[in-house]
């Protein structure tokens, strides 16, 4: 089984990726990962993106790309896994393509959880975090006992930065913009399946189990 999952930030994709590792057995594969790997090993790859990941900025599509590929060129490179999160862009499809069949690899479906723009907002902008002990609030599904206040330690509770309104906004306008160019390559393969990504997280799951047990044959 190979996926891959296509969702905006707060859209659940890695939750359901992770449920589908632990109970499909599936090699779970986000680009944040693999890029920690790279930099933890030295590659050459890992050595260039250093830099982008230690301040905190966007690593190039290319470079990104590079280091899939040096992930599916290993001996022990996975067979079976899910995409949480890559590729993001028409580009990346092309490039991940590309590797795939490089490596004899084709994939069984790519499933866009589907979440309205205004529930996104809602639970992006409702997290809290407390910068003294670290814990983690939501201001609706997990509110502290006071307003504002950390439970544990009772420090004041902050908001990170892009997770304001204004920033979640921005944030999905880039990514409707990259979908809208990348599902028509998926579609034009056969493999693009829509998931409604709003609803108890196991209810979620057991639609996507579903999708890829009839996508299985092609795999």
Known sequence: MRTILVGPPGSGKGTQARLLSERLGLVQIGTGDILREAIRLGT????TAEPYVKNGKLVPDALVNDLVADLFRREDRPTQFVMDGYPRTLAQAVAF????????LNLCAVCRLMVDDEEIVRRLSGRRSCPN???????????PKVPGICDVCGHQLIQREDDNEATIRRRLGVFHKNVSEMIPHYQAQGLYHEVPGEGTVEKIHTDLVAILKQAGPKC
């Open 44 to 47: 050459p790859h890992g050595v």
């Open 97 to 104: 393509d590309q590797v795939l069949r490089q490596q004899f």
């Open 133 to 143: 002990c670290h814990a983690t609030y939501h201001i609706y599904m997990k509110p």
